[in-house]
């Protein structure tokens, strides 16, 4: 008998590892991760890429059980850099000024954002949510693509993705369109990639 079935494509094995991903970040104890979140941030607060540049840094509002940047933003804030968080506009993602303590609106997808009537900025460094990722540093989003065509379409910026160490996968199924993170900062590491 002749197998007629059709092989699993890397978009069909990264939604089913994306599913199991978010589950067990979900699964991870909120008492953890509120010890973690500040480790991640002293990591990667003592990355040289702040020392390189002015900025605008790119955060975002944490949604569920993601890693919380917001320990982040307020460092970054406290040395001065100028902060930003993405908002999604017409199915693009933009970046507006922000900076700890201001108001902050729905924006979709479950997310917080600026207010509309802050200014766009394009940011030099963005730190990335993930559901999972891999040494190599590709990373499962959540599907939608919007870091991977903003990383692309800004070209020569720095990502840093940050994780709960326990979202290592062996390998992310990268695509053709996929960008490789420039660093993963867990709270057991701090990972260069490439």
Same mark, same amino acid.
């Not at 990591?43 to 975002?60: D, I, K, T, W």
């Not at 993170?181 to 590491?189: A, M, Q, Y």
């Given at each position: 008998?002749?197998?007629?079935?059709?092989?699993?494509?890397?978009?069909?094995? =990264?939604?089913?590892?994306?599913?199991?991903?978010?589950?067990?970040? *979900?699964?991870?104890?909120? *008492?953890?991760?509120?010890?973690?979140?500040?480790? /991640?941030?002293?990591?990667?607060?003592?990355?040289?890429?702040?020392?390189?540049?002015?900025?605008?840094?790119?955060?975002?509002?944490?949604?569920?059980?993601?890693? *919380?940047?917001?320990?982040?933003?307020?460092?970054?804030?406290?040395?001065?850099?100028?902060?930003?968080?993405?908002? %999604?506009?017409? =199915?693009?993602?933009?970046?507006? $000024?922000?900076?700890?303590?201001?108001? %902050?609106?729905?924006?979709?997808?479950?997310?917080?954002?600026?207010?509309?009537?802050?200014?766009?900025?394009?940011?030099? %460094?963005?730190?990335?949510?993930?559901?999972?990722?891999? $040494? $190599?540093?590709?990373?499962?989003?959540?599907? =939608?693509?919007?870091?991977?065509? =903003?990383?692309? @379409?800004?070209?020569?910026?720095?990502? /840093?993705?940050?994780?709960?160490?326990?979202?290592? /996968?062996?390998?992310?199924?990268? @695509?053709?369109?996929?960008?490789?993170?420039?660093? %993963?900062?867990? @709270?057991?590491?701090? /990972? $260069?990639?490439?």
């Amino acid at each position: 008998m002749t197998d007629t079935s059709s092989p699993i494509s890397a978009a069909q094995r =990264k939604s089913a590892l994306r599913g199991a991903a978010l589950a067990h970040r *979900d699964a991870l104890e909120i *008492d953890d991760r509120l010890e973690w979140d500040p480790l /991640i941030a002293e990591r990667v607060l003592a990355l040289p890429a702040f020392g390189e540049s002015a900025g605008p840094v790119s955060a975002y509002w944490p949604m569920g059980s993601e890693a *919380d940047p917001r320990p982040i933003a307020e460092g970054l804030h406290a040395q001065g850099l100028p902060l930003c968080l993405p908002a %999604i506009v017409a =199915k693009r993602m933009l970046f507006r $000024r922000w900076a700890p303590y201001e108001p %902050i609106v729905p924006g979709g997808f479950g997310t917080l954002v600026p207010q509309p009537a802050q200014p766009e900025a394009v940011p030099a %460094i963005l730190i990335v949510p993930l559901a999972a990722f891999d $040494r $190599r540093g590709y990373r499962i989003g959540y599907g =939608k693509g919007y870091y991977d065509a =903003k990383l692309t @379409e800004l070209g020569d910026v720095i990502s /840093i993705g940050i994780a709960y160490a326990a979202q290592e /996968i062996d390998a992310v199924p990268d @695509e053709a369109h996929d960008r490789r993170l420039d660093w %993963i900062v867990t @709270e057991r590491e701090t /990972i $260069r990639c490439g």
